[in-house]
Structures are given as structure tokens and as C-alpha cells.
């Protein structure tokens, strides 16, 4: 015989009130998931689409193992790419990654500002604090 499972026991580190914020504004939201080619061109005129991809390695041994394939050098021009036919929708997208001269490259025409973002979880304690990253948008 099945038991009847108990009550949903939220830790005690959770913010209870914004969970149940969270929850009263996705009651009529559609999550899907999709390639990030594919959410970027479902994005329609005057949404704006926010893309947090797994960032260009900042070195030869950057880690790039967030799914199963990797996200190559490849997956990051498909990104610009979509973001690029968005905006000529008239769809406002943000992309964050490392400020690197590759990143730059790669957002070329895009409107780029400079951050320093810290990072508390590193492999290496000693590669943990701030660190430059980039947020490219197709609007200003």
C-alpha cells in the first residue's frame, strides 16, 4: 500500500512571505524549458529577454561544464546572434558574461557596461572576489 506523503516542510532559511509572493505571481505563467536560441527568438516586440549563459572561460582551463556538452565557442555566437534578430524585432535583450576581448568581439554593437561582480564560489579561494564582467544590451 502507498502512504500518503506528509506535509512540505520549507527550511527554515527559506523567506517564506517572498516564496509565497513568488508563487501568487507565477499563477499564470507558462515555464518552458527551451534551448537558448530558441526562448531568445520566442521573444516577441517590446519584451525584454535577460540571458545569463555559461560564461566565455576567462582561461584555457575555464570551467564551461554547466550542461552535459559544455557551451562552446559556438553556443556563445548562437547567443549574439539571436540576440541580434531579437532587436531587429524591436525585443530589448541583455547578456551578461566575463569582460574579456573575446566577449567584446563577440557583442560588438551592442551597448556594453563594464561591472565588477563578486564571486564568492570558486574552485580556488584565491580566485574568489571581484571580477570584471560585461552586460551587453541591444538598447541603451
Known sequence: TKKKPGPV??????DT??????????????????DVEAAIDAAEEGELVYVDPPYWPASETGFT??????????????VA?????AADRGVFV?????????????????????????????????TRGSVPELLARTFL
Open 9 to 14: 516542510i520549507v527550511p527554515a532559511f527559506v
Open 17 to 34: 512571505e517572498n516564496l509565497w509572493r513568488v508563487v501568487g505571481a507565477l499563477q499564470d505563467v507558462d515555464i518552458q524549458c527551451l
Open 65 to 78: 561544464s554547466y550542461v552535459a556538452d559544455g557551451f562552446s565557442d559556438r553556443d556563445q555566437k548562437r
Open 81 to 85: 546572434e539571436a540576440a541580434r534578430r
Open 94 to 126: 541583455a547578456i551578461s558574461n566575463h569582460d574579456l576581448p573575446a566577449t567584446r568581439a563577440l557583442y560588438k554593437g551592442f551597448y556594453i557596461t563594464t561591472l565588477d561582480v563578486n564571486h564568492a564560489i570558486s574552485a580556488k579561494a584565491k
